[in-house]
Nanobody, 119 residues
Framework: QVQLVESGGGLVQPGGSLRLSCAAS????????MGWYRQAPGNQRELVAV???????NYADSVKGRFTISRDNAKNTVYLQMNSLKPEDTAVYYC?????????????WGQGTPVTVSA
């Protein structure tokens, strides 16, 4: 069984920064794409950023130039550096990984970490 554990969310003032982390644990052969999604109250979950196994990245237009996704393959961990935060970035942030075990492929979600941007 593979689990994702997120950390780093919290309350921050507009213009501030936060760094989210998400670590995978379990019996893992490899991890392909890693991504961050978010869901604000009353809204659908949306893609924030994704990074492939070779380091290619893609971002939602709303976060380009402010957020940076990165990964540490040795630690099975993905990060999201969030700068110049705005109130509209307030949401629960979820990590997602495409994991290969020795027997099957899995899509795994983290439990979510809340981010609140408010003065």
């Amino acid at each position: 069984q593979v689990q994702l554990v997120e950390s780093g969310g919290g309350l921050v003032q507009p213009g501030g920064s936060l760094r989210l982390s998400c670590a995978a644990s379990g019996i893992i052969f490899s991890i392909n794409a890693m991504g961050w999604y978010r869901q604000a109250p009353g809204n659908q979950r949306e893609l924030v950023a994704v990074i492939t196994s070779v380091g290619s990245t893609n971002y939602a237009d709303s976060v380009k130039g402010r957020f940076t996704i990165s990964r540490d393959n040795a630690k099975n961990t993905v990060y999201l550096q969030m700068n110049s935060l705005k109130p509209e970035d307030t949401a629960v942030y979820y990590c997602n990984m495409a994991v290969e075990t020795f027997t099957r492929n899995l899509e795994v979600w983290g439990q979510g970490t809340p981010v609140t941007v408010s003065a």
